[in-house]
């Protein structure tokens, strides 16, 4: 659940919003400027004059996209005006940028009156390539949707309308096939006559669905073409031939979708429905029956609801991002029913491949294959955005739509590289940490960031936290907090009934290192050491400790009670950098100071295995500032015998060096002048020689670049430890405590 606190301080944060506009090309210099403004400018300007076309050459037009709402219809709220739908549109311009790379750009329009609604719109047409409606009532909404798909020649999406409706029919089109009915026969039952349920039954009868099958109900009953309470909509789908009521129109019904209210169906009317039955409850955030309790009905039902913890979630942002991908780079003019169901097909065939390795790598390996809970891919599948978008820019070709022709095949390879795996990393990481929720106890249970933290991690389904300290006053932190409890262990070491039994363990383990049992006793009393001997007994699985105190006094104490694993000599660190197209594994920036070449060829031995149970496969570069000998120096000697020792260790691991920074990244470098790299791709684990060079390059990065950093990491410790740098925001541990997850449970099983 999210808080209003929370939501709050996310939405103000250091700069208010969620988005900010900022120039792509380079723009430093007085000539940058000018070439930027007038007088360059001034020659696409009379490009443009010459040839309309060369506008999407020339500007940003076919990537923007205008999110337009009046405020009349947002969600959880009703007619609240456009001030305060503001912050849904960001939100939906974000989803544009975040999973199509799309610019969106939200108007919020002060006028209930349809015509003056349009007719704006139509003025703003030269400056989007498309326009995607949002949050508008209905039926004006659906007014205003389909005079401006007439009138402009750009796409024009009603999401509310739209984008429900094609994943729906995406997941319609697994299960008819799955229960051995033809779409052409399915007698289909709709809930909810508004926007959504609307939408739905369109967007059916588009992908084939017989007229004559599909009836329609609202709070009133069947839609009739006896009534005259129907706006012009609801009449298109008005029909005489059906019972009156939802409860007698379901019996012998194939299909129910519902777009209206908790609690409209029951078990008893699922059971009278069909053979095979499919309920599609899209009602949120309660849908119209539980998903459990809609399974628990009949042996033979499949269920989908669009909340995203159930399998089968009906998403919108499945559909519209990636139908404006395809439609805006084929210069489409507008959006014709075949790329819509263009874009349904794409996501329904889909779902019957089999899953990629990284799906199943974030899911734990979950089996998961065409079938009743597996009607639609996974929202993390990175084939989406090229299967949906490509889909729907052929069609629009297909259906003459489309201003600019594009090769499939390049067009596709195109779109696999215009995200990159920077963008999905972290979501993928955090979607596997919930497979398999480690207890993770924290030494620092009553710092504040900790406890939002470990709030959002019993939440989320990444972790079972533990949060150590004096009991009084950590639970009165998380009330003061306003945070929920139940997720959430505390344990007081000064009253735990292990603290003695901790204590004896932890002078087994120091006896003959200085440590006698007043010394023990003493220390046990403290969070970090009794947090260390939890996990050490079995107690929990891992410790995450050091917001309070400098690294280096945390891990000091780490190695005194955890220590290095098997045949481990020193443990070491990385970070994970995520930049929107690439992640990189930077290693050790936290731990050793001045490594020799030994030390360097374990770290390196260790940040590839560990990055390899996160999905990422190693391709490692040694740097130092020369590069393959190019200078004969004790620092690029170090390198270059840590190179060769990697090389003897693990010889079916990509890695070369010495070389330099640049070297490893830019293959042109590597092809004109060092043709002979092992590295045939970019590397994307940098190992650092010394804790300096490799400290500086990390703050660079976080701190001037626009870096998503993750870490420190620790790599090489006898069971999992985490040590979190002093300082460290609530994200940040929610950051590394999913990628500890992750690295825990992949390093054990990979240890059988």
Known sequence: MIRREEALAYHEGDRPGKIEVRPIKRCLTARDMRLAALPGAGFPCEAI??????????????????????????PGLGDVGPIVAKPMLEGAAVLFKRLADLDGFDLELDTRDPDRFVDTVRLLEPTFGGINLKD????????????????????????????????????????????????ADARIVICGAGT??????????????????????????????????????????????????????????????????????????????????IVFALATPEPEIGYDEARASRRDVIVATALTQFPNAIADHLSYPYIFRGALDAHAERITGGMLVAAARALAELAREDVVDEVSRAYNYERMSFGPEYLLPKPIDPRILIRESAAVARQAAADGVARKPL????????????????????????????????????????????????????????????????????????????????????????RSARREAYAAEYLTRRRRHG???????????????????????????????????HYADSLRVMLETIGTGDGVHRVSSYYLVLLPREVYALADCAVNIDPAAEDLAETALLTARTVRVLGIEPRVAM?????????????????RRATELVKAA?????????????????????????????????????????????????????HLGEAVVVGPVLTG??????????????????????????QAVGLRAVAG
């Open 650 to 702: 693990a010889p079916g691991l990509v890695v070369d060096g010495e070389m330099q920074l640049a070297t490893a990244v830019d293959g042109d470098i590597r092809r004109q002048f060092f043709r002979f790299s092992a590295l045939e791709k970019d590397a994307n684990v940098l190992v650092f020689p010394d804790l300096q060079s490799g400290n500086l390059a990390l703050h660079l990065l976080q």
């Open 717 to 742: 410790t006898r069971l999992p430890v985490q040590l979190l740098q002093y300082g460290s925001s609530v994200q940040e541990v929610v950051n590394l405590a999913a990628v500890g997850v992750v």
């Open 515 to 549: 440590v006698m049992p007043p010394t023990a006793d003493q220390r046990l009393r403290h969070t970090e050491y009794f947090g260390a001997m939890m996990v050490h007994s079995g107690d929990a699985d891992m410790l995450m400790s050091g917001t309070g105190q």
């Open 136 to 183: 508008i009532r209905a039926p004006e909404g659906l007014d205003i949707f389909r005079r401006l798909r007439e009138e402009l020649r750009i796409p024009v999406i009603h999401e509310n309308y739209q984008s429900p409706a094609v994943v729906a029919a995406a997941a319609l089109l697994n299960a008819l096939d799955l229960a051995d009915k033809a779409i």
């Open 407 to 494: 090769d499939g095949a390049a067009y596709q390879e195109s779109l696999a590289i215009r995200l990159g795996p920077g963008r999905e990393t972290l979501r993928r990481l955090m979607v596997k940490a919930r497979q398999e929720p480690l207890r993770i106890v924290f030494s620092d249970g009553a710092s504040d960031t900790i406890q939002r933290a470990a709030a959002i991690l019993a939440e989320e389904g990444i972790a079972q936290p533990v949060l150590l300290g004096d009991e009084r006053e950590v639970r009165d932190g998380i009330a003061r907090l306003g945070l929920d409890p139940s997720g959430l262990t505390v344990v007081d070491p000064a």
């Open 623 to 639: 740097l130092s500032f020369s590069n393959f000998g190019a200078v004969d120096h004790p620092f690029a000697r170090k390198v």
């Open 196 to 277: 959504v349920g609307l939408g739905c039954a369109e967007m059916f009868l588009l992908t084939g669905v017989a007229p004559q099958h599909l009836f329609v109900y609202d709070v009133h009953g069947l839609l009739h073409p006896d009534r005259d309470d129907l706006n012009g909509h609801q009449r298109r789908l008005a029909h005489a031939g059906a019972p009156a009521t939802l409860e007698e129109g379901l019996r012998g019904a194939d299909v129910f979708v519902g777009a209206s209210a908790p609690g409209v169906i029951t078990q008893a009317m699922i059971r009278s429905m069909a053979r095979h039955a």
């Open 49 to 74: 004059q010459a040839d309309p076309e060369a506008v999407f050459r020339y500007t940003a037009k076919a990537n923007l996209v205008g999110i337009i709402t009046n405020g009349s219809a947002v």
